[in-house]
């Protein structure tokens, strides 16, 4: 895991854009007319090829472009931190922020000296003792409350939040939430139909 | 500590208190009964003033937004244990001939910093002339209990079993650097306005150039910097200012 002109994506590989992320170069993106996606396992769907993810057919379904920023288990950190960023970089609103979080309490380590960045370890002991003192004293709830309000202060479109069952939603104000089952086909059309009605609504 | 129109405050707003947290009133008269005759404070009060937001400071709608600046923190920041006159952020907006906002919230970490400044960018479409961060220890956090909308904060004072094993696990882990480091690029690639950061006196630094608040002289509760501690990083901050 590595910055990229302050954005967060993965390390180098032949699976992601030259920012560490699974979709097209930021500089190829339709800024006009697209969808941003945001999250983490699910979201970039590494077990399949790019074209049956739900971001690639949602985009597809919609006439739009997209860009991914999901960051494999980085959880809340990386989403809030990605989400926050785009405002930063990109002046171009997208139509619709989609996102999905299958760990939201997974957290992102670093080095005292900030050159190694990676999501935890969930077979570390540490991190193990660390997720069962954080649900206990209420840290991870505490982070996700704190984030909720400042992602619905900063996102500057609709947000759609993909929920999972038995996973916790990262957001609980201003979002559309849509219960999914774990499969891309599925999602998609879910996600589709729910932007679809949504961008009719909208339209004069 | 409580949210106000999202912000995170202490739990007190609009009122005035002789005393607050480790600047107690036992605390005083403790510390009264080792000191010389001489003491400044055996003859001169100090008000914490809090407002709306549980912030010491002045409201919002009370300060020049089109000439201010913002300043962030922990108690150093806050100035607990002096007068408000003697505070650095009080004398550098001074200096600066300006308003100022302080959004510090005493015994908070790097979560309630980037929170309120965030909040704040996204809130007061008027920029500040600058933004002073007091960077905390970074392994502070706090918690808050959404049912009865009350927060509290936790760092090396808690005792707490799952609070020491968060704070133990969290160094180790690298959970606090990478927090530490996500919030710092956040807050300054959002900002978009000059930032000064300094700590206090022998905490890690969390940058190159860097400055901090050290501890010439205490405070009315013989814990926190003093007078000429604030008076003396108010001068040096102003320096690095404007040259």
Not at chain 1, 98 to 115: G, P, Q, T
Request: some cysteine.
């Amino acid at each position: 895991m590595q910055f990229y002109d302050e954005l967060l994506g993965h390390d180098p590989s032949d699976l992601y854009n030259s920012s560490g992320h699974r979709c097209k170069e930021l500089s190829d993106l339709n800024l006009h007319n697209y969808i941003l996606f945001a999250g983490d396992n699910v979201a970039l769907g590494l077990d399949k090829p790019i074209e049956e993810t739900y971001p690639y057919l949602v985009s597809q379904a919609l006439k739009t472009d997209y860009y991914n920023l999901a960051i494999f288990n980085g959880g809340l950190d990386a989403l809030k931190y990605n989400l926050i960023s785009w405002n930063n970089v990109v002046a171009a609103k997208p139509k619709a922020i989609v996102i999905s979080s299958e760990f939201a309490n997974s957290f992102i380590v670093a080095d005292s000296s900030y050159v190694t960045w990676k999501a935890c370890d969930y077979n570390d002991s540490k991190v193990k003792d660390l997720f069962d003192a954080g649900n206990t004293n209420g840290f991870f709830d505490t982070r996700r409350v704190l984030a909720n309000k400042v992602l619905v202060k900063i996102t500057n479109a609709p947000v759609y939040q993909i929920v999972f069952k038995d996973k916790v939603p990262v957001m609980t104000d201003n979002v559309t939430n849509i219960n999914c089952e774990n499969n891309h086909l599925s999602i998609a059309t879910q996600v589709t139909d729910v932007i679809r009605k949504q961008l009719v609504k909208v339209r004069p | 500590m409580k949210f106000y129109d999202d912000f995170l405050g202490t739990d007190d707003c609009n009122i005035t208190l002789p005393f607050v947290g480790g600047d107690s009133k036992r605390q005083f008269i403790e510390n009264s009964a080792t000191q010389p005759p001489d003491w400044y404070y055996h003859t001169h009060d100090i008000s914490y003033e809090y407002n709306s937001f549980g912030h010491r400071s002045k409201n919002i709608n009370q300060i020049d937004l089109d000439n201010y600046v913002l300043f962030t923190g922990c108690s150093h920041t806050t100035g607990i244990g002096l007068k408000l006159e003697h505070t650095y952020p009080y004398l550098i907006s001074q200096k600066m001939q300006c308003s100022y906002y302080n959004l510090s919230v005493p015994a908070t970490g790097i979560d309630v910093l980037e929170h309120n400044l965030l909040i704040w960018i996204s809130t007061i479409k008027k920029k500040p002339r600058a933004v002073f961060i007091q960077w905390p220890d970074h392994s502070r956090f706090i918690t808050y209990n959404e049912r009865y909308s009350v927060g509290s904060e936790r760092g090396s004072w808690s005792d707490d079993p799952a609070d020491i094993a968060l704070l133990v696990n969290g160094e180790d882990t690298g959970l606090f650097n990478a927090r530490k480091e996500l919030a710092r690029k956040l807050i300054i690639q959002t900002i978009k306005t000059p930032v000064y950061s300094f700590n206090y006196a022998n905490l890690k630094p969390y940058g190159n150039k860097y400055s901090s608040l050290s501890q010439i002289d205490d405070a009315r509760d013989l814990s926190h910097s003093g007078i000429k501690s604030h008076a003396s990083f108010a001068d040096k901050i102003y320096a690095e200012i404007t040259n």
